[in-house]
Each structure stands twice: as C-alpha cells, then as structure tokens.
C-alpha cells in the first residue's frame, strides 16, 4: 500500500509539472498541431508507469520548466498560467484566444526574444494564443492592431466601392447594383472616420500604458472613454480626441494640430460630425433639412468624390498626427495611400 500511494503521489506530480509545462508553452505561443497531440499522449500514458520509470520524467519536466520560464522571462507563477490555460481551453473549439500585448509584457519580460516581432509592436496589440488548434509549423506567430484591421477594411470597401461606381454601374444600372454602390459609400465613408478614431484610441492606450502609476483618475478616463468613478463609458468626440491626446503626449499647453492649421482635421471633424449622425440615426427628418440646406447631397446619398475625399482626408490626417508626434510614420509599416486615380494596392492587405 505505501509503495502504491508513493507512486500515486509521483503521477499526480507528473501530471502537475506537465500541466504547468503545457500551459507555458502555450503562453509562449510555441504549440503545433502535432506537439499537441504528442501532450495528450504523453498525458494518458503516465498512468501506466512505475516509480523508476516516473522520476526522470519529473526531472525532465522541471528542466523545460525552467528552461521556459528563463528563455521568456516570466514573471508570474505557474498556478497563474495553469488557470489561464484551463480559460483557453474552454473557449469554443473556432476560437483562437486573444491576449493584449501589455498584459504579455507583464507576464514575460523576454517575449520578444523568442517572437522579434513583439518588441515593434504598440502596447495595444492584440496577439493570438495558439494553444495547438491550428497552428501547422513552428514559427507562425500571428496578431491584431487594431487600427490597421479598420484601415484594412476602409481599404477593402474603397476597392469594392470604386469597382461599382466605375464599372459595374456603368454596365449595368439596375436596382441591386446601385443599392450596392450606395451601401458601399455610406459604409467607406463611416469606416474611414472609425480608423481615426481607432488610431487615436490606440495613441491613447499606449501613453497610458507607458505611464502607468503616474496618471490620475481624470486623466486616465480622459484617455480610456471611461468615468472610473461612476464605473460607466464617459466617451469623447472625435473632435476632443484629436486636439487632446496628441497635446497630452506631448505634454504640451496647446494642441498640436486644430482646424486652423490642419485642414484635414478640420474636414474630418466637421464631415463627421454631418455624416455619421446621419447615417448612423437615419431620419427622414433629418433628410429633409439636409435636403433644403447646403451640407450634403439629396436623400441619404454619399457621392463617391466625398468618400474619396473623406478616405483620403482620414489617412492624411493620421499621417500628419503620427509625425507631429513621432517624426515620422515608421511606426505604421501597414499605413499606405492610394492612387490619386485608383484603388489601394494589394500590399495593403498582405
């Protein structure tokens, strides 16, 4: 009986080292399909082995633990990646999790050793935890900025938009085809004003990030859209982010960039204001002020020269933002204008 229980204790200790061994190696985004499915055999075969057979194998575990542990820097204990483990896997089976890159950076100090493409990314980044659902090779490392996936989409809505206007209209002027072309205006023209905005809440988050400690409650709801005291959104406009987080990172008295000498962000401003509250609370009443006055065309239409327009005012804008603040736009390699008489080139979406 006591050599039994010795063994028993031995196999839940094997199984505890290789669930912590797992979950580090999922963290660390280094599972493939295969090494996954060699962890599950190795798991169930514990149960068959005997005490001598156990021991080397307790070693072994600790060794890769460690060496884990070292080569990513981690910062927290096992238990906490084992309970992070057990929340991945019980998301649906076509779900690939995702963690915030700060939230990374808290956890492994060095996770930009083993992934160089961490270090470039900004503190908002979302990255996919591959825990061996889908990844096929070692090396796959895949992640999210989230305003370049809106850019990416403005970018996909222009190409398709321009495709309808300049082709397809021209062939064929049914009904399905210019309720296509008017849906595709309306929706380039309000996804490129939520690119800016998603560009200017990233700026946001990652001054916030990089200052952590050092902000007060006021100032970190100013930069999150969020009352902390009152636990509710507190959102901003568009208008307030702009002349207010480039000022704030800067740590200047006056913004940077306003209407006065920025023409692009006085258009996107004043076109943002005018166009998505109408189109994202469409009222015939509405309409029909609209209609009488001068600040846009007939009933719920959006010429393609003003989405153009408004596509090309937004990237500018963020253009001139990036620079004003960092100098340059290297940090936005995704970042592409188009021809001024054509659609956005391929590398947009590699």
Known sequence: MAVEFAVQKLRKKVHRLHREYTALCVIGNMLTVTDRDRFEREKQRFNDLNKH????????????????????????PNSVLVKLLDKIEAMPADVLPQMNKM?????????GKNWPI???????????????????????????????????????????AFEFVHVLTKKQNDKP??????????????????????????????????????????????????????NRPQFLSLRAKALQYPK???GL???????HNCPELKYVVE????????????SPGRELK????????????????????????CIELVKKIEKTIYGNTLRLPWLHERPADGVFPAKVFE
């Open 177 to 230: 085809t210019t309720t296509t072309s008017g849906a595709l205006s309306r929706a380039t023209l309000l996804t490129a004003f939520r690119f800016v905005e998603a560009y200017l809440n990233g700026l946001a988050y990652d001054y916030l990030a990089s200052h952590e400690g050092k902000i007060d409650d006021d100032m970190e709801s100013l930069l999150l859209d969020w009352d902390a005291k009152r």
């Open 271 to 282: 076109r943002t204001k005018i166009m998505r509250d109408r189109f994202t609370h469409t």
């Open 118 to 160: 961490f270090d470039t990314l900004p503190a908002h980044a979302m990255i996919f935890i591959d825990p061996g659902t889908f990844r096929t090779k070692p090396g796959e490392f895949s992640w999210i900025w989230l305003e370049a996936l809106v850019f990416e989409e403005m970018c996909a809505l222009y190409n398709q």
């Open 248 to 250: 704030i990172i800067l």
């Open 103 to 111: 939230w990374l950076s808290e956890m492994c100090s060095r996770y």
């Open 290 to 313: 609209v209609a009488l006055s001068s600040d846009g065309p007939s009933f719920y239409e959006v010429p393609f020269t003003e989405m153009a327009h408004a596509v090309d005012s």
């Open 53 to 76: 057979e156990l021991h080397p194998i307790i070693q072994k575990l600790e060794k890769e633990i460690a060496d884990v542990r070292r080569d990513f820097g981690v910062r927290v």
């Open 253 to 259: 008295q006056h913004p940077p960039l306003d209407e």
